[in-house]
C-alpha cells in the first residue's frame, strides 16, 4: 500500500519514515509527440519478442499470493500459506478471505473493490480473447474478492471497510501467516457515513454479477442484490469514508476526489447490469450535482469520473442511448488529453522513454489504468466505426490502442532500463520488491516464527527476494527519468499493488490476441 509510511525498522521512528514521501519537486517537460511514435515503431518492431500470453497468465496468478485466509488446494504459489484466520471474529462477522492490497498485511476495502470492478471489466470487455484456462483463473480471481465482498456487506446498512491496524502493521516487517499485530475490524453505517467506498463495492458487485450472468445465475443475483442494496446505503448516507474514519484510513487510502463519482460508478454499473431506468435517470439527473465531467486527468482507485464517461459512452457510441450523449463529449476530451502531441494539460506528461507518467507514487498504477480505458474506447469506437474528435484533429481506434500497447510493451522490457516491470516475465525484472511474504523466508524454509522486529534483517538485506511473487507489477520509475533503483525500501517504486495488475489483465488478454495491433 502506497502510504506515506513503511515498515520501520529499529532504531528508527515512524515520524522520521514519514517524510519519506513527499512529493518530488522537478518535473521535466513531455517527450514530444516525435519521440513518442518512433518509440512505438520500436516496440511494434519488437511485438513478436513480448509473450503477452504468458504475462497474462502471469498477471493473473500474482493475485494468488496475495491472498488472506484458507487457501484452496489449488493454490499455485506454493510458498504462501493460510494466514488471518479469525478476521472478524471480534465483532462476530466472518471477514476472513479477500485480498492484501500490497506489500503489507491489511485489507483495505476501498482498493479491493476497485480491484474487483477493473478485474471484472477485464473480463467483460476482454473475456472473448482468453484462453479457456486465462479465463478460469480471472473468473476465480474475481470470486476470491467478491466472496469477500459479500461478507463484508452482509449486514444491511454497514460496510466493514478495514480488518488491521496499518500503523501496527507497517511496524512490523513479518509474513502474514506471522502476523501477531492487531488485526482491528473498521466499518461504515449510517451513523458513520462512507458514501466513496460503498459506491465502489457496489459497482464491484454489480460488474461481477454481469460476469457470472451466464456462468453462475444463481450466484450472480446474489451479487447484483447486494449490489442494489450496499448503493441504496451509499446514497441514501451521503459522506466520505475519510471523514468518517480519518484516522483510520488516512494517510493511505484517504479519498482526495470525495464520494461523488463513486456514487455515479455505481449507478452506471448497475445500469450496465440491471437495464433499470431508474438508473439510467439517475445518472443523468444526477450529471452535474455528481461532477461527471471532473476528469482530473486520472482513473483510479480514488477517482472514477473517467470511469464513468468511457463506460457510458459505449451505450452512446453503440446508438442505444443518446440522451447520455453529453457523457461521451466527457470520454472524449479525457480521452485527448491522455495522447501524445495532442494534449498540453500539465498532468499528462510522457517519459524520454515514453512512459505516461503522473506526479506521486507507485506510477504503473496510473500508466494500467489509463491504458486500460484507452482500449476499451478505443474498442467502442471501432465497433461504432467512430474518431475521437480532438481539437481540429482526431484520433483513430487504432492509434489509441497504439498508445495503449505502447504502456503495455514498456511494463514488459521496452524501456531504456530494459527490464521488465512484472516481477518473473523476461530475462531482467525486479529482484528486490517491496512485499512481506515475498522478501522473508518461506515457513517450508523457515518454519520458526520470524517477529514482528526480527523482520528487520530481511527488510534490509541486499540479497533478491528469497520467494517470486510471479507477476507483481511494480511501481516503477517515479520521476520523468525512466530510473528505477530496484531497492526494496523504496516502496514508491517497488511495491506491486492488486490494482496495477487489475486493468493489465484485460491489456494483456487483448493484446495476447491481437499481438500486432
Not at 489509441?400 to 527490464?419: H, S, T
Not at 511473487?469 to 517504486?493: E, Y
Request: proline share 7%.
Amino acid at each position: 500500500m502506497l502510504c506515506p509510511f513503511l515498515f520501520i525498522p529499529p532504531p528508527l521512528s515512524p515520524c522520521e519514515y514519514l517524510l519519506l514521501s513527499s512529493p518530488m519537486a522537478n518535473r521535466s517537460p513531455p517527450a514530444t509527440f516525435l519521440l513518442f511514435i518512433a518509440a512505438v515503431a520500436c516496440g511494434a518492431a519488437a511485438a513478436a519478442r513480448h509473450n503477452y500470453s504468458d504475462a497474462l497468465y502471469k498477471s493473473i496468478l500474482f493475485f494468488e499470493g496475495q491472498r488472506s485466509g484458507r487457501l484452496p488446494p489449488s493454490q499455485r504459489i506454493s510458498w504462501r500459506r493460510d494466514s488471518a484466520l479469525h478476521d472478524g471474529a471480534s465483532v462476530g462477522v466472518d471477514l476472513t478471505g479477500g485480498y492484501y492490497d500490497a506489500g503489507d498485511n491489511i485489507k483495505f476495502g476501498f482498493p479491493m473493490a476497485f480491484t474487483t470492478t477493473l478485474l471484472s471489466w477485464s473480463v467483460i470487455d476482454f473475456g472473448h480473447t482468453m484462453t479457456p484456462n486465462h479465463l478460469s483463473d480471472a473468473i476465480t480471481a474475481i470470486r476470491w474478492a467478491t466472496d469477500y465482498l459479500l461478507k463484508a456487506t452482509s449486514i444491511p446498512n454497514t460496510l466493514y471497510v478495514q480488518v488491521g491496524n496499518a500503523f501496527r502493521d507497517h511496524s512490523c516487517w513479518e509474513r502474514p501467516e506471522d502476523m501477531d499485530t492487531p488485526r482491528t475490524v473498521y466499518k461504515v453505517d449510517a451513523s458513520h457515513p462512507g458514501s466513496d467506498v460503498a459506491g465502489e463495492t457496489s459497482a464491484a458487485l454489480a460488474a461481477a454479477a454481469v460476469v457470472f450472468r451466464l456462468r453462475d445465475p444463481d450466484y450472480s443475483d446474489r451479487l447484483l442484490q447486494r449490489a442494489v442494496r450496499v448503493f441504496d446505503f451509499a446514497d441514501q448516507y451521503r459522506g466520505a469514508y475519510s471523514s468518517s474514519l480519518h484516522n483510520v484510513v488516512c494517510p493511505c487510502y484517504c479519498d482526495f476526489s470525495g464520494y461523488k463519482d463513486e456514487l455515479l460508478w455505481g449507478a452506471a454499473w448497475l445500469h450496465k447490469a440491471t437495464r433499470r431506468r431508474e438508473y439510467r435517470e439517475y445518472i443523468k439527473r444526477n450529471e452535474e450535482v455528481l461532477g461527471a465531467s471532473d476528469t482530473k486527468h486520472e482513473f483510479g482507485w480514488d477517482n472514477k469520473h473517467a470511469g464513468v464517461n468511457v463506460l457510458i459512452s459505449k451505450e452512446v457510441l453503440m446508438g442505444k442511448d443518446d440522451y447520455l450523449r453529453s457523457f461521451k463529449e466527457n470520454a472524449d476530451d479525457f480521452i485527448c488529453s491522455l495522447l501524445p502531441g495532442v494534449s498540453s494539460h500539465p498532468e499528462i506528461q510522457y517519459s524520454p522513454g515514453g512512459l505516461l507518467f503522473k506526479t506521486g507514487g507507485s506510477n504503473m498504477q496510473h500508466v494500467t489504468s489509463l491504458s486500460f480505458l484507452l482500449l476499451a474506447y478505443s474498442n467502442y469506437l471501432s465497433h461504432a466505426n467512430s474518431h475521437v474528435p480532438c481539437g481540429a484533429s482526431s484520433a483513430s481506434p487504432a492509434e489509441l490502442r497504439m498508445a495503449a500497447k505502447r504502456q503495455v510493451d514498456y511494463i514488459l522490457g521496452d524501456n531504456p532500463m530494459g527490464i521488465s516491470y512484472m516481477v518473473g516475465y523476461g530475462n531482467r525484472y525486479p529482484q528486490h520488491i517491496h512485499h512481506r511474504a515475498s522478501s522473508l523466508p518461506s515457513l517450508e524454509a523457515h518454519p520458526g516464527r520470524i517477529g514482528c522486529k526480527a523482520g528487520g534483517a530481511y527488510y534490509l538485506s541486499p540479497k533478491p527476494n528469497p520467494n517470486l511473487l510471479i507477476g507483481a507489477v511494480v511501481g516503477g520509475p517515479t520521476n520523468i527519468s525512466d530510473i528505477f533503483p530496484d531497492a526494496r525500501p523504496i516502496f514508491q517504486q517497488s511495491e506491486p499493488t492488486t490494482y496495477i495488475n487489475a486493468p493489465l489483465v484485460g491489456l494483456l488478454a487483448y493484446f495476447s490476441a491481437h499481438p500486432y495491433d
